[in-house]
């Protein structure tokens, strides 16, 4: 069963930085789509940004320019590097993994505050 653990979230105030990390296991990780969603309170889960195997990237217009995804195969791991928060950028931060059989996976999510 594939195992994601998310980390890196916390308090940010606006204008700051974070930069969330998501570890994977039991999955022949660079074959994977993986993908970073966000869900704040009362809304729908939306995609945030993702990378491909070849690391083609795809980001939300909303964070265009100020989130950069990137993964180290050799660590098993995706990053998001998160720039000029926002408060409208609180929420549970997710990482997802896709097979390339179409499977998805979930990691338990870690919360992003961005508050003065």
């Known amino acids: 069963q594939v195992q994601l653990v998310e980390s890196g979230g916390g308090l940010v105030q606006p204008g700051g930085s974070l930069r969330l990390s998501c570890a994977a296991s039991?999955?022949?990780?660079?074959?994977?789509?993986m993908g970073w969603y966000r869900q704040a309170p009362g809304k729908k889960r939306e995609l945030v940004a993702d990378?491909?195997?070849?690391?083609?990237?795809n980001y939300a217009d909303s964070v265009k320019g100020r989130f950069t995804i990137s993964r180290d195969n050799a660590k098993n791991t995706v990053f998001l590097q998160m720039n000029s928060l926002k408060p409208e950028d609180t929420a549970v931060y997710y990482c997802?993994?896709?097979?390339?059989?179409?499977?998805?996976?979930w990691g338990q999510g870690t919360q992003v505050t961005v508050s003065s």
């Open positions: 990378i491909t195997s070849s690391s083609s990237t």
């Open positions: 997802n993994a896709i097979s390339p059989q179409g499977f998805g996976s």
């Open positions: 039991r999955i022949f990780f660079r074959v994977y789509t």
